[in-house]
DNA sequence: ATGAAAGCGCTAACAT
DNA sequence: ATGTTAGCGCTTTCAT
């Protein structure tokens, strides 16, 4: 590889000018950068950016780690976080941590280790204690898993909101049993989505039974978990909390063999492009990715150009995307609903057919 | 950041024991091993990779370019590459080329320019020249859209024999107006498979027509285009050559509001995890990821290593993942076949209910 | 407008 | 078993 030195020599000016040629740190006459440029298309020179940064202690990059890189959720902010940077002359340096904590610390570290000069990380438990750490020497954003205590920046949704809203929507359309799937109650962003959920049941004047709060896990059969608590509380509709767990439920209802939507509906949360590939469409709670991805990178450069010290939070609203695999709740269901013995909410002013 | 200097004063030793109690270079003494991972501790001292590699002259790393990481496609390939890339000591630099030529240029560049010890290109169009150049200096291996000729390792599947195969499954079930949705004829992956289907369609005795070849480019409007040819060909099969055209034929075949599988029937290309929101559960004809990025790993460190000069080429053979989205063709469309005017293998011996 | 030289943090060759 | 030092490729003073 031709370096910096074999450029000069070629173009028979000192490394400095040529240095100053290509980077324009100080005035080069036309003819000598044109030599120069000659010279460096004559050998197919590219700068060395690990002497570069080395030199300059700035690396122009930043660190991103998301727990998945093959969920679709987190690749379009990903996406999303790339332009961003890349318009504000940054490169990204991206990890998936397989949704492995021990991981993704060996990841954090080895950003650390190339000197990126700050971080967004998505992480797979709420405010992990080494980011905290970290966060002291280089700047660290945390996105969209916000749960925790700590002085870290962090760009995320409304949870509790979003949640309440999608549940909002399902009771008015006449749902009033509504079965929540999850992931796992560990992650604070999940608890605020049941928040959310209890929050609209009450309001509703609509009792909350926490074993209508379905975790599902990370496990191959949660289809089968799915399919149990169905047949156990007949639900008329069922709120996933996750884009996978639209995946599983879907699943699950077919196997049912549950007419769709009539007899059982189903609102999702994340958008997701393939989504369509289901029919009927899928209604969802939507997260502002792009908003998400763009705001992340604003609060990490505001911080890299010390604009602000305090540690700022940055908290976006969802918005309904209605489709149509949210039907109004059947007549026949209603009465059903009455009589049930097990809905927590039958006894309330729902029913009246 | 505290560098090896601060470690040696602390630990008190020499920046030389330091680099070897950390890196192994040379042996140390138990105690002093003791004292300088203490030090390491205390000051939360992380290597600097950036120096260690600028001096190596090797930097553990590779570089992956891959089209759009938002395709599953892509980023289970990107896992499998990262998996096998980490087993055997290396980090990998994930770049998504947004399908974009000369964006992909510039990331090559920028890996290069960070000093990759190889990389792994899924390149947007067919043997770019510039990855030719860069092949002359850094191993370079080619994955996915091997087309074209130069120098470099190569590892994709034969896509002939899978697009043939793929279509002797439809002609198996019956089917004889099989329209084939391809992306664009630029890339040499897809005429092969275009290739595999006539060959299939020869092979059975039924005449092929590039009409019934239909390139969707990759406007949003593609499903637009999708129902006009099942309009005018009206076939009983669809075959999907690129994933995303799967999608596309469920909405199209969904806005015609033709009975599926019963009345068409669709074949898809590469498997993706959240093609089971389908329902019927689409078949396809899979591709080997996991192998596909272990070789190309593979191919990568034996060149790094110096295994061997001349250039490589893996072709790794699909198989079929039969479903529920291919039905037996009806009796009743053979017959229609038959006095159709514009089937392309209508005078064949196919029709003989 | 240009050149010479120091030094970023690290490893390895040469010391002892 | 450990220390000293040159140098990886670059930018940036300090010269001229």
């Not at 660190?63 to 940054?90: C, H, M």
Request: glycine share 8%.
């Amino acid at each position: 590889m031709p370096t910096i030195r074999d450029v000069a020599r070629l173009a028979g000016v000192s490394i400095a000018t040529v240095s100053n040629a290509l980077s324009g740190g100080r005035h080069v006459s036309p003819q000598v950068r044109e030599a120069v440029l000659a010279a460096v298309r004559e050998l197919g020179y590219v700068p060395n950016r690990l002497a570069r940064s080395l030199r300059n202690r700035r690396s122009q990059t930043i660190g991103l780690i998301v727990p998945d890189i093959t969920n679709p959720f987190f690749s379009s902010l990903v996406k999303s976080i790339e332009q961003a940077a890349r318009a504000r002359g940054y490169q990204v340096l991206l990890c998936s941590s397989e949704e492995d904590a021990l991981l993704e610390y060996d990841l954090a570290l080895a950003l650390i280790s190339r000197q990126v000069d700050g971080m967004i990380v998505i992480p797979t438990q709420d405010a992990p204690r080494y980011l905290q750490r970290i966060g002291e020497k280089t700047p660290v954003v945390l996105l969209d898993r916000i749960g925790g205590e700590d002085g870290l920046d962090r760009v995320g949704v409304d949870n509790l909101q979003a949640a309440r809203r999608g549940t909002e929507y399902l009771l008015s359309q006449g749902h009033r049993r509504i079965l929540l799937l999850i992931s796992t109650l560990e992650l604070a962003n999940i608890r605020e989505r049941v928040e959310g959920y209890q929050a609209a049941l009450e309001a509703a004047g609509i009792g909350f039974d926490e074993r209508w709060v379905v975790p599902c896990g990370r496990g191959a059969d949660t289809a089968r978990v799915v399919e149990k608590a169905i047949q156990k509380y007949r639900p008329s509709a069922i709120f996933a909390a996750t884009n996978r767990l639209s995946l599983v439920a879907v699943q699950a209802i077919r196997n049912l063999n549950l007419p769709f939507p009539e007899r059982i509906s189903l609102l999702g949360f994340d958008d997701f492009e393939w989504s369509t590939l289901l029919q009927p469409y899928l209604s969802t709670v939507r997260q502002p990715l792009e908003e998400m991805g763009q705001r992340a990178i604003q609060l990490l450069l505001e911080r890299l150009e010390g604009v602000r010290s305090g540690p700022a939070r940055v908290l976006l609203p969802c918005e309904l995307a209605v489709r149509e695999s949210v039907a109004p709740v059947a007549l026949s269901m209603r009465r059903k609903e009455v009589r049930s013995k097990d809905n927590p909410g039958g006894s309330a002013k729902s029913a009246k057919p």
